[in-house]
């Protein structure tokens, strides 16, 4: 017998309903906020992901099933949504906003435990080329995610929506050095990826799951320090939006996603019994940035991805 490649998994019965169950609520919800389905490549250039979700992200370094074709061009197996519908509505040179949704497999490399496979599956929804200083959008994406998970987690399931704001490029800049200067104090305590990290992106170093750089990133220097006045507006607002619609909310200062193309709003969703993001629900935030880095013009981007496998268990 042949058997089936490890963290890859058969739904059948019970478990497949279930997935069902889950997808067509997400379907529902998307459309309710009127985005529409767009149904994204499975293999793409690795180039695409290189270039947007970070050469050192744990992602990029460790997690992708990459291979060369036959004619020695470099591909991946998709292991995140974003990239491709924003590259998607760059190729497609749209002038006006665009609602998306998605539901697909994504492919990552890790170590199978519960609720994370190496084929799992996400859905998400983006908006793409909204007002510059509107955080209408923004918002709509929380209530979206909000809605999903209130029609389809076990009603005894308590979550939370735990929220930062990562400023701007320039804002992280000024913010980067400080980090750097204090992770350099405490080098001898940092793992290994984290040491590598230092000098190229010291803000992935906030996003470790290795406990002693857990411990050490407690006492480090805040964003919220660095803002700009207008992220911080921004962020004020959409806390009071939070507040105002008795969405659960906690503001985490070192919240930064594992991502390098968010700027400003980041979000994960965590059960109130959460260890951390390595339990979220789901997540996302902002990608101003994004749509320059594929070659396309400055496109106000936000956006949220859903972990299926992890809402499936609470159940």
Same mark, same amino acid.
């Given at each position: 017998?042949?058997?089936?490649?490890?963290?890859?998994?058969?739904?059948?019965?019970?478990?497949?309903?279930?997935?069902?169950?889950?997808?067509?609520?997400?379907?529902?919800?998307?459309?309710?906020?009127?985005?529409?389905?767009?149904?994204?490549?499975?293999?793409?250039?690795?180039?695409?992901?290189?270039?947007?979700?970070?050469?050192?992200?744990?992602?990029?370094?460790?997690?992708?099933?990459?291979?060369?074709?036959?004619?020695?061009?470099?591909?991946?197996?998709?292991?995140?949504?974003?990239?491709?519908?924003?590259?998607?509505?760059?190729?497609?040179?749209?002038?006006?906003?665009?609602?998306?949704?998605?539901?697909?497999?994504?492919?990552?490399?890790?170590?199978?435990?519960?609720?994370?496979?190496?084929?799992?599956?996400?859905?998400?929804?983006?908006?793409?080329?909204?007002?510059?200083?509107?955080?209408?959008?923004?918002?709509? +994406?929380?209530? @979206?995610? !909000?809605?999903? /998970?209130?029609?389809?987690?076990?009603?005894?399931?308590?979550?939370? =929506? %735990? #929220?930062?704001?990562?400023?701007?490029?320039?804002?992280?800049?000024?913010?980067?050095?400080?980090?750097?200067?204090?992770?350099?104090?405490?080098?001898?305590?940092?793992?290994?990826?984290?040491?590598?990290?230092?000098?190229?992106?010291?803000?992935?170093?906030?996003?470790?799951?290795?406990?002693?750089?857990?411990?050490?990133?407690?006492?480090?220097?805040?964003?919220?320090?660095?803002?700009?006045?207008?992220?911080?507006?921004?962020?004020?607002?959409?806390?009071?939006?939070?507040?105002?619609?008795? +969405?659960?909310? @906690?503001? !985490?200062?070192? /919240?930064?996603?594992?991502?390098?193309?968010?700027?400003?709003?980041? =979000? %994960? #969703?965590?059960?109130?019994?959460?260890?951390?993001?390595?339990?979220?629900?789901?997540?996302?935030?902002?990608?101003?940035?994004?749509?320059?880095?594929?070659?396309?013009?400055?496109?106000?981007?936000?956006?949220?991805?859903?972990?299926?496998?992890?809402?499936?268990?609470?159940?």
């Amino acid at each position: 017998m042949v058997d089936s490649v490890r963290g890859i998994r058969v739904l059948d019965g019970e478990e497949a309903n279930k997935y069902l169950e889950i997808i067509n609520i997400f379907h529902n919800v998307a459309q309710k906020y009127d985005c529409r389905y767009i149904k994204l490549p499975t293999i793409e250039k690795d180039e695409l992901f290189t270039r947007t979700v970070g050469e050192n992200t744990d992602i990029v370094t460790k997690q992708m099933f990459s291979f060369a074709d036959k004619k020695g061009r470099n591909l991946v197996l998709r292991p995140e949504g974003t990239a491709g519908v924003v590259r998607h509505h760059v190729e497609m040179n749209y002038n006006n906003m665009n609602k998306y949704y998605y539901s697909d497999q994504m492919f990552r490399y890790e170590r199978p435990q519960k609720g994370r496979y190496r084929e799992f599956h996400q859905v998400g929804a983006e908006i793409i080329g909204y007002e510059t200083g509107s955080v209408l959008e923004i918002f709509s +994406i929380l209530q @979206l995610s !909000n809605d999903f /998970l209130e029609n389809c987690v076990p009603t005894n399931t308590k979550y939370r =929506f %735990e #929220i930062n704001s990562i400023g701007s490029s320039d804002d992280r800049k000024n913010y980067n050095k400080e980090l750097t200067a204090y992770f350099k104090k405490n080098i001898t305590k940092l793992s290994d990826d984290s040491v590598n990290r230092l000098d190229k992106n010291p803000l992935r170093i906030l996003d470790s799951k290795d406990k002693n750089d857990i411990t050490i990133s407690k006492d480090a220097p805040k964003i919220s320090e660095y803002r700009s006045d207008e992220s911080n507006k921004q962020f004020s607002e959409l806390t009071q939006k939070l507040k105002d619609s008795k +969405i659960p909310y @906690l503001e !985490n200062p070192h /919240l930064v996603r594992g991502l390098d193309y968010y700027n400003d709003f980041t =979000f %994960e #969703i965590v059960p109130e019994n959460s260890k951390g993001s390595q339990d979220a629900l789901g997540g996302g935030g902002q990608y101003d940035d994004l749509s320059n880095l594929l070659g396309g013009k400055e496109i106000n981007g936000v956006g949220v991805a859903f972990g299926v496998d992890r809402i499936m268990e609470l159940s």
